[in-house]
């Protein structure tokens, strides 16, 4: 079976994972990574035995597929060049820095025939896996994503860096689009929000509370979902599941309770999460099938993410902490 010829633009914190895992898998043939900073590109190059490249328009002509990991003010660009010319492309989250970029994206790899996934990697989290088949109509969710201050991460604010994973998941289970929207947050180390809550009212009355914060010196990933007669909670990190059901207790006693709280602990196993992302993606572009993160589902978290970020800027609660005015001494 012929390989895959892949590229990587961007090889940082991320990328350079990218890199790894393709010039691990058997279905793959690494053919080079990109990236501005030449010595890093070198040193990825170098572990996993391809070249070291400085401009992605070196990779066109001689990949079939491409994971673009660069900031996110980049990926409409990049992305564009490589669809342009016939290339699959996986694009980190969020899939553009604007929806009228991802929704340019979408309409191009639509019209080339092409695979366009967007990395939401939460998406094959073992947790997350099991999860879509036991939540069926939740009533209420609640996210807490909580992680400390990455200085590389400067484009974004918390809500594009953070908060996007649990939207896409939310959107994915809820299926309903929503109905309003309400949000507030503060930048505290950057010149964007640094933390942010929201509260999204859905069509199908679905309620889902969030809060994101990359100022936390612990990490925390928890999701929560509650419908008719049950509780599940979520650790992304470890990963967990325990799910709480209310059930008649069989027999009761006169007087005792006639229903009772059982706590179940679910037992999670899975492969590393980008392994399984990148196999998926590769597994799309030798069939010709749609990923579970398109195109189209990324445009439609970026537009919620947007929508809640723009709020937050007019409710008046950004601004870098540097630039409030000092008080003038009489």
Do not use: W
């Amino acid at each position: 079976m012929k390989k895959i010829r892949v590229g990587v633009v961007g090889v940082g914190r991320l990328g350079q994972h990218h890199a790894r895992i393709y010039a691990e898998m058997p279905n793959t043939e690494l053919i080079g990574v990109v990236d501005t900073d030449a010595p890093r590109a070198a040193k990825v190059a170098k572990s996993c035995a391809t070249q070291g490249l400085f401009d992605h328009r070196m990779l066109l002509d001689e990949v079939d597929a491409v994971s673009i990991a660069v900031p996110t003010t980049s990926h409409y660009p990049i992305a564009r060049d490589f669809l342009t010319n016939g290339v699959h492309a996986l694009i980190e989250k969020p899939i553009a820095a604007t929806v009228a970029e991802a929704r340019e994206l979408v309409d191009l790899a639509r019209e080339k025939n092409l695979v366009l996934q967007a990395g939401h990697i939460e998406r094959f989290n073992a947790a997350i896996i099991r999860l879509r088949e036991i939540v069926k109509d939740p009533v209420f969710i609640e996210v807490h994503r909580l992680g400390p201050y990455d200085p590389r991460v400067q484009d974004v604010g918390v809500v594009l860096d953070l908060m996007i994973h649990d939207l896409d998941i939310i959107l994915e289970v809820v299926k309903s689009p929503a109905r309003s929207i309400d949000a507030v947050g503060v930048a505290i180390f950057s010149d964007k929000e640094d933390i942010a809550n929201a509260r999204i009212h859905f069509e199908n009355g679905c309620i889902a509370n969030l809060t994101a914060s990359r100022i936390t010196p612990k990490k925390t990933r928890k999701i929560r979902f509650f419908q008719e007669d049950t509780y599940i909670s979520v650790d992304y990190v470890k990963p967990s599941m325990e799910i709480y059901r209310k059930q008649a207790v069989p027999n009761p006693r006169p007087g005792s309770p006639s229903v009772e709280i059982v706590r179940k602990r679910v037992r999670l196993k899975g492969q590393e999460p980008l392994k399984a992302e990148l196999d998926h993606f590769i597994e799309c572009v030798t069939q010709g099938v749609p990923p579970q993160v398109t195109g189209e589902k990324a445009r439609d978290a970026l537009a919620l993410a947007v929508e809640i970020s723009e709020m937050i800027k007019r409710n008046g609660r950004v601004y870098p902490p540097q630039a409030t005015p000092a008080k003038k001494k009489k």
